[in-house]
Each structure stands twice: as C-alpha cells, then as structure tokens.
C-alpha cells in the first residue's frame, strides 16, 4: 500500500528548492519574519494570468519600479497604465487593475483585505486570485489550483476524468492536503513543484519529493495526466486597419471601446471583424472595407496576423499619406512625438511594422 502524500515532506524540498522570484519572500525569509507585500503579491497573481513567469518579469520589474505603492498605481492616469501594459495581453486584466487599486486605495485605505472573501469582493478578483493573496500573502489555509497544480493532483491520485469536467475532483484532492501551517508556502510549493519537476512533457519523476505516494507514477501513466478533451480549432477571423500619416507626421489613432476585446486600447482604426471558417477560395472573406476618412488608400498586399485565446485574427493593411486639412470620420490625429509604438497592443503594432515601411513607396502630401 502506497504511503500517503505528505505535505511536510514538500515543505522540506521547497525550503531547499524554491524559485526565487521577484515578488517572492523566500522560506528562509518569512521563517525570519518577514512577509509578503499583498500589493506585490496581487500584482504578480494578476500578470500570471493566462502568462508565463518568463514573459512576466521585465513587466512586473517595471510596474513596480513606477508605482512601488498600491496608492501610486492608483493615482497613475490610465493610459500610461496601459502602455506599459501593452504586450502581456488580457486588456481587461490592466482595466481591472486599475479599478482595484483604485477601490484598495480609497474604500480600504491603502491596505488590501487579508481574507478571500474580503478580497473576493474587489473588481477584478475571482476565486483562485482571491485564494493565492489570501494564502501567500496573509497565510490563511485557502485552497489555490492553477494549472501547475491541477497536473500535480490529476497525477498524485491518477485522476483520469478529462480536464475540464476534472476541475472539482482535482480542486477537492488539492484541499484534502492543504496544511494549517505554512499554508502560503505550501501552495508556492506545489506550483514550483509542477513548474520545475511534475512538469506537462517528461516530468523528472526519478527527483520529486512525491514519487512514492503518486498512483499516476505507479501506475507508468504520469507522463499522459491530465488527460484534456480535444480541442476545437480556432476559427479564422478577417478584417481591414487603416495606417494614416498627416504630413506634419501625426498618426491617425482611435480608442476602441472600454468593454470588449483590445478595450480601452488605442489602436489603428479598422472594419469589423468577420469570421469565416471555411472561406470559399473565390470568395473574399473580410468584410467591406471602412476606411476612416476620404483618402488615396493603398494596400500594402501583407496581412498582419495575431493569435488571440479563442481565435485567429487576419488584417489586411492599407495605408495613405493626408494633408494638414484631412477630416477623419473616427478617431484622432496623435502628434509624432506623442506617438508610442510600445502603447499599442501587440496586434496594433504588427499593423504597425507592416505599414512603415510602405509609406517609403507613397507620394507625398
């Protein structure tokens, strides 16, 4: 009979092991006395999202070294938020930073709640957030499930139920061993765990703290959880974005609407956006063109192409030089020395890179 998971044993790897990370105190250090800052911790949480620990850094680094404060962030003018937001992706999430830290900052003072349900009740904040700042920051005994630990589970206790429908039997394993001591630490463990050992493709099984309870290792089956339904390709999206350049160099730029993809993002102007998952060869499938003033428009025959969650989106790019006395029918004319490529959402600056250096080939205005 195998032995019972234990998770003491994991502590003691974490003490010896854990990632060190920018918005981490390490074991040693909270074992000191030390604790987290939630409004570190928070912000980690929310740039995780959907994102790698990689890609995460450089952003983190930077929010912090600009608003170091949960009142500082709240106080920043929201576009400067969202540039520097630009690339992570999940525009909601930079939305709902700000509306938090403003709440945080006002309602409460500058101190975040250190319950999940406290925090549960901020914009922005859903039930795993909730449970990683009340764990990790305030050490309260909340069950946290990402995805890292998610795998850990489906292989500890060889849970075969297809992910999604796994969700409440991993989430009920994940509770029946989170500790009443150290539980902050404890659920960084499991992530780190998934995240260097029990990892998605060949996981180290011969190093890990857990191999002798895992029912997955037991059983050779630990490289196959969690099992996952098959996925539905993403359909094909189509549209246009326009590219204009004033002659004193102002760029015409709109901002889409606060609720929605790209929401409150500047942005080049475009058509709808049409889907088309079988075109027909002979067909065109974008939508009709909607340039967004009267202007000698040229496509530059190169698509900009970006990858979003649920779909794949194609733009087909048109460009055109205008003259001081152009009227747009949306959107605004950006001085060029206000203009910054980096505050564009990362699809917008594919648009953008592809229309530069067509305009070498326009006539001038």
Same mark, same amino acid.
Not at 7 to 35: I, T
Not at 53 to 66: D, I, N, Q, S
Not at 76 to 104: F, P, S
Not at 336 to 364: C, E, I, W, Y
């Given at each position: 009979?195998?032995?019972?998971?234990?998770?003491?044993?994991?502590?003691?790897?974490?003490?010896?092991?854990?990632?060190?990370?920018?918005?981490?105190?390490?074991?040693?250090?909270?074992?000191?006395?030390?604790?987290?800052?939630?409004?570190?911790?928070?912000?980690?949480?929310?740039?995780?999202?959907?994102?790698?620990?990689?890609?995460?850094?450089?952003?983190?680094?930077?929010?912090?070294?600009?608003?170091?404060?949960?009142?500082?962030?709240?106080?920043?003018?929201?576009?400067?938020?969202?540039?520097?937001?630009?690339?992570?992706?999940?525009?909601?999430?930079?939305?709902?930073?700000?509306?938090? #830290? !403003?709440?945080?900052? %006002? @309602?409460?003072?500058?101190?975040?709640?250190?319950? =999940?349900?406290? &925090?549960?009740?901020? *914009? +922005?904040?859903?039930?795993?957030?909730?449970?990683?700042?009340?764990?990790?920051?305030?050490?309260?005994?909340?069950?946290?499930?990402?995805?890292?630990?998610?795998?850990?589970?489906?292989?500890?206790?060889?849970?075969?139920?297809?992910?999604?429908?796994?969700?409440?039997?991993?989430?009920?394993?994940?509770?029946?061993?989170?500790?009443?001591?150290?539980?902050?630490?404890?659920?960084?463990?499991?992530?780190?765990?998934?995240?260097?050992?029990?990892?998605?493709?060949?996981?180290?099984?011969?190093?890990?703290?857990?191999?002798?309870?895992?029912?997955?290792?037991?059983?050779?089956?630990?490289?196959?959880?969690?099992?996952?339904?098959?996925?539905?390709?993403?359909?094909?999206?189509?549209?246009?974005?326009?590219? #204009? !350049?004033?002659?004193? %160099? @102002?760029?015409?730029?709109?901002?889409?609407?606060? =609720?929605?993809? &790209?929401?409150?993002? *500047? +942005?080049?102007?475009?058509?709808?956006?049409?889907?088309?998952?079988?075109?027909?060869?002979?067909?065109?499938?974008?939508?009709?063109?909607?340039?967004?003033?009267?202007?000698?428009?040229?496509?530059?025959?190169?698509?900009?192409?970006?990858?979003?969650?649920?779909?794949?989106?194609?733009?087909?790019?048109?460009?055109?030089?205008?003259?001081?006395?152009?009227?747009?029918?949306?959107?605004?004319?950006?001085?060029?020395?206000?203009?910054?490529?980096?505050?564009?959402?990362?699809?917008?600056?594919?648009?953008?890179?592809?229309?530069?250096?067509?305009?070498?080939?326009?006539?001038?205005?």
């Amino acid at each position: 009979m195998r032995e019972a998971a234990d998770p003491g044993v994991l502590l003691g790897w974490y003490d010896a092991h854990a990632r060190v990370l920018p918005w981490r105190v390490s074991p040693q250090a909270r074992a000191r006395g030390q604790r987290p800052d939630p409004y570190r911790i928070w912000l980690s949480e929310v740039m995780l999202q959907q994102t790698t620990v990689a890609a995460v850094r450089g952003y983190y680094e930077r929010f912090t070294t600009l608003w170091p404060t949960v009142g500082a962030l709240a106080a920043a003018e929201d576009a400067a938020v969202m540039g520097e937001w630009a690339g992570l992706g999940y525009y909601a999430r930079a939305r709902n930073l700000l509306k938090c #830290a !403003r709440v945080v900052a %006002g @309602a409460h003072g500058g101190v975040f709640p250190d319950t =999940r349900a406290g &925090l549960l009740a901020l *914009p +922005g904040i859903g039930p795993y957030t909730a449970a990683a700042i009340a764990a990790i920051a305030f050490d309260r005994a909340e069950v946290v499930v990402d995805g890292n630990v998610e795998r850990v589970m489906a292989r500890l206790f060889d849970i075969r139920t297809p992910l999604p429908r796994a969700k409440p039997a991993l989430t009920e394993a994940a509770a029946r061993l989170t500790p009443r001591e150290r539980p902050g630490d404890y659920a960084q463990a499991v992530m780190d765990l998934g995240a260097t050992i029990c990892t998605p493709r060949a996981p180290a099984c011969g190093i890990c703290p857990w191999r002798a309870p895992c029912a997955a290792h037991a059983a050779g089956v630990a490289g196959d959880l969690p099992a996952r339904l098959p996925r539905a390709p993403k359909p094909v999206r189509f549209g246009h974005a326009y590219v #204009a !350049r004033r002659s004193d %160099g @102002a760029w015409l730029l709109e901002r889409r609407p606060e =609720r929605g993809l &790209l929401g409150g993002m *500047p +942005g080049w102007p475009g058509s709808d956006w049409s889907e088309a998952p079988d075109p027909d060869p002979d067909t065109d499938p974008a939508p009709a063109p909607a340039p967004p003033l009267a202007a000698d428009w040229h496509e530059i025959g190169a698509e900009a192409r970006h990858s979003f969650t649920h779909f794949h989106l194609r733009l087909r790019v048109h460009v055109a030089r205008v003259g001081l006395d152009a009227v747009p029918l949306r959107g605004t004319f950006t001085p060029h020395h206000a203009f910054r490529r980096s505050a564009l959402p990362t699809v917008m600056r594919k648009v953008f890179d592809l229309a530069q250096g067509a305009f070498d080939n326009l006539p001038q205005t």
